[in-house]
């Protein structure tokens, strides 16, 4: 089992920068590849960017290219997401997500995912 915890939500204002993380425990973190997503009030839970187990590769959805980073620290268990230049549509819930296995592809797919968080809001205002 891996239990994960997320952090550093909250409300910004558009332009603003937040910086979320992920603390992980169980088993070996630098086994997994790390993913966040997010879930918008009435939308499905979408893909935002992911790292590979290495943290060699990052993967990124198009609309926050350029804004939002990815890395992790795998001699704390965490892992980071950057969020630049947020915009209103950035506001959702941001979930970090855990995939064990060393898998090729699907990086983006959420049911490939075997670990999840609880969730941090993050609120970006116009």
């Known amino acids: 089992q891996v239990q994960l915890v997320e952090s550093g939500g909250g409300l910004v204002q558009a332009g603003g920068s937040l910086r979320l993380a992920c603390a992980a425990s169980g088993r070996t973190f630098s086994n997994y590849d790390m993913g966040w997503f997010r879930q918008a009030p009435g939308k499905e839970r979408e893909f935002v960017a992911a790292i590979r187990w290495s943290g060699i590769n990052t993967y990124y959805t198009d609309s926050v290219k350029g804004r939002f980073t990815i890395s992790r620290d795998n001699a704390k268990n965490t892992v980071y997401l950057q969020m630049n230049s947020l915009k209103p549509e950035d506001t959702a819930v941001y979930y970090c997500?855990?995939?064990?296995?060393?898998?090729?592809?699907?990086?983006?797919?959420?049911?490939?995912?075997?670990?999840w968080g609880q969730g941090t809001q993050v609120t970006v205002s116009s």
């Open positions: 997500a855990a995939r064990g296995g060393r898998r090729s592809s699907g990086i983006d797919v959420i049911n490939t995912y075997d670990y």
